[in-house]
């Protein structure tokens, strides 16, 4: 939303958002989408729309991008559909889908076309790597790092031990390439995560929501409607059909390195429960990444490429004595293990889960189509017509329940009865809510700014002066402002005391609550649906002076004659020092009467600086030195692509 007003309505590229969290960088954001061309389209259609047209045009261009790798690889074109259509569906992306994790969504289909540009560039000397693990980044940095890992893996396990050097040199300066092309991200957000919260994660905040190894019965089982980060679940026929792949493969180079990659991601989701784990995340740069359970992703598209390999063999019935027996002894284990196991839980609860039923049963039965095929009882026409039909009921069942349709009118009438009371208010300030009542979609259509807000990213000078004026102690990081210990923002933090006059400083006039606050500087306002409003009877206005000696000739006045997210322009009188309850940032510059004078930090959060006698006009502006570097780099970047391909070409014609 705050996007759509700054460029359609406002006609300017927002560098700072004052939506949440009392202000931040806007363009050092990744989770803003700033610089993701293709997030772009979504702004020119109505919203929601915009986004599931968006995430499903992703979800088919991941699906492409794995048919054209197996096709590069040599695969039949009905295994590389399968190979595509079951990365589509694969229920950890719509899992992620229905958790809203838009930019997830965006970064992760343009893996597979990384291992394809890795085949191309190496060939012909390009830099199509470096502009997809750009883009890769510019969509979620998070899933850059385990996209490149993949790619780099792959670069060396598919090439002899002795172009290892060469290979080395070529991975180096695609990486710097690609750094290039990323820079207005990659420099903002690299001064942005150095001065916030996420900096100071300790070894139990990075390994969050590590995968518990009763979760990996998860292969097994689906987890209908489940927790997200836990998903393991790629369709019971696909699991099969990868064993298969994996036994019978086993002298093919990629299916070893995508075995290798399904299992060493599975270790590195178990996190906290491996010791190794939790000594690797410690690790400079690796202790930035957060839930380990992410490499989930790796899993199942390892399972799902190794399963295509499979229904290629199966396809040609290229099977040797010895791994018919070997193929045919695994499946009858896994079947005999699913069966054995949901027949334990029946006994033992007298009722069996309706997905240990289900996913039973489609082991069963896929184990028995796969089965059949083996002994050449059907033609491949028929099996792969009844394998498609036996997948995509498998990943249409589970994928289904793993997110909810909320029409716009539903989602954005939370807090709305607030909102549309506070957004009648004259003068501008800024509004608190201990219990997530106000939520922040619904503030930014109501033009309303939040102190409180969720987002990865948080300055640590904001964490701490909030740790005091909220009350609510802070025990590791957060993602939300304030914490909710127990994930129930309703009652929470029912026993923590706002501090009114903290409040006030960051100009927060209204306080939205789900319970009752106490204290005479609130004044009860009524009720809003089921939320409380409260008038912080010590709010400061957004800009004052605060006199050095109290003097009763000293005239201190000040107003704001202009005020925009990157520049705010004021009008003040008197000596003292004059302060803006904003956010100070690297990059925000102050002029007094046309002089630049150094910023006074306040308070260890807020802008400010220091004025003599008179009348003064003062501009503050903010000019993100890392931001103008990072676009002169990536200008210079595509610059030289730009002039050694057309050289390049040049030189093939001659």
Not at 427 to 435: E, K, L, T
Request: proline residues 6%; contains cysteine.
């Amino acid at each position: 939303i705050y996007l759509r007003r700054a460029l359609f309505q406002e006609g300017r590229l927002p560098l700072w958002s004052p939506n949440i969290l009392s202000g931040a960088p806007f363009s050092a954001n990744p989770l803003a989408g700033m610089w993701y061309p293709p997030g772009w389209l979504a702004l020119t259609l109505p919203l929601p729309l915009g986004f599931n047209l968006l995430i499903m045009a992703h979800l088919l261009w991941g699906g492409i991008g794995v048919y054209r790798l197996l096709r590069r690889d040599g695969l039949s074109p009905m295994a590389a559909v399968f190979g595509g259509v079951g990365f589509e569906l694969l229920p950890k992306l719509f899992a992620h889908f229905g958790a809203g994790h838009v930019s997830l969504l965006y970064a992760l289909p343009w893996t597979p076309w990384l291992l394809i540009a890795a085949r191309h560039s190496r060939r012909n000397q390009t830099w199509w790597e470096a502009a997809t693990l750009a883009m890769i980044f510019l969509a979620d940095p998070r899933w850059s790092a385990y996209a490149g890992l993949l790619w780099a893996a792959e670069s060396f396990f598919t090439t002899k031990p002795r172009e290892w050097l060469h290979i080395g040199f070529h991975l180096i300066r695609q990486i710097f390439m690609a750094f290039l092309l990323a820079a207005p991200l990659a420099l903002p957000l690299w001064e942005f995560t150095r001065l916030s919260s996420r900096a100071t994660m300790g070894v139990q905040d990075v390994l969050t929501h590590s995968l518990p190894p009763g979760r990996l019965l998860g292969f097994f089982y689906p987890d209908w409607g489940g927790f997200h980060e836990y998903m393991l679940y790629g369709g019971q026929a696909a699991l099969v059909l990868c064993v298969v792949a994996w036994l019978s493969e086993s002298r093919n180079q990629r299916v070893r390195y995508w075995m290798m990659t399904a299992l060493l991601a599975c270790f590195w989701a178990l996190g906290s429960y491996l010791p190794p784990i939790t000594w690797l995340a410690r690790l400079p740069g690796i202790n930035l990444l957060r839930v380990p359970s992410r490499s989930l992703f790796l899993v199942g598209m390892a399972i799902i490429i190794s399963a295509a390999y499979a229904v290629d063999r199966l396809s040609k019935s290229a099977f040797d004595p010895v791994s018919h027996r070997r193929v045919g002894l695994a499946m009858t284990g896994l079947a005999a293990f699913s069966l054995a196991f949901t027949g334990g839980v029946l006994l033992l609860g007298r009722l069996a889960p309706a997905n240990f039923i289900w996913g039973s049963a489609v082991m069963l039965i896929s184990v028995i189509w796969i089965h059949l095929r083996l002994q050449h009882r059907l033609i491949t026409s028929v099996w792969l017509a009844g394998l498609a039909v036996v997948c995509l009921a498998d990943w249409l069942m589970i994928d289904l329940s793993l997110f909810v349709y909320r029409p716009p009118n539903v989602t954005l009438a939370e807090g709305k009865s607030a909102a549309e009371y506070l957004a009648s208010q004259s003068g501008r300030f800024r509004v608190y809510s201990p219990s997530y009542s106000l939520p922040q979609q619904t503030a930014a259509l109501y033009g309303l700014e939040l102190a409180d807000g969720v987002d990865p990213l948080q300055l640590k000078s904001y964490v701490d002066y909030m740790e005091r004026a909220t009350g609510v102690p802070q025990s590791g990081y957060s993602v939300t402002m304030p914490p909710f210990a127990n994930a129930d923002p309703d009652s929470d933090n029912t026993r923590y005391l706002p501090d009114a006059e903290r409040l006030g400083k960051l100009n927060v006039a209204y306080l939205v609550s789900a319970f009752e606050l106490s204290g005479q500087e609130f004044e009860f306002i009524g009720w809003f649906d089921s939320a409380r409003i409260y008038h912080n009877l010590a709010w400061q206005p957004r800009v004052w002076i605060q006199a050095e000696r109290s003097s009763p000739n000293d005239e201190r006045d000040s107003q704001i004659i202009e005020w925009k997210p990157e520049r705010i322009e004021v009008q003040a009188q008197g000596a003292g020092i004059l302060t803006l309850s904003e956010v100070y940032y690297p990059g925000w510059r102050v002029w007094v009467d046309g002089v630049e004078k150094p910023i006074v930090v306040v308070d260890g959060l807020l802008r400010a600086v220091q004025l003599s006698a008179g009348d003064h006009r003062v501009i503050f502006a903010f000019r993100p030195l890392s931001l103008y570097l990072g676009v002169t780099l990536c200008a210079m970047a595509w610059l030289f692509i730009l002039v050694s391909g057309w050289l390049n070409l040049r030189g093939r014609e001659r």
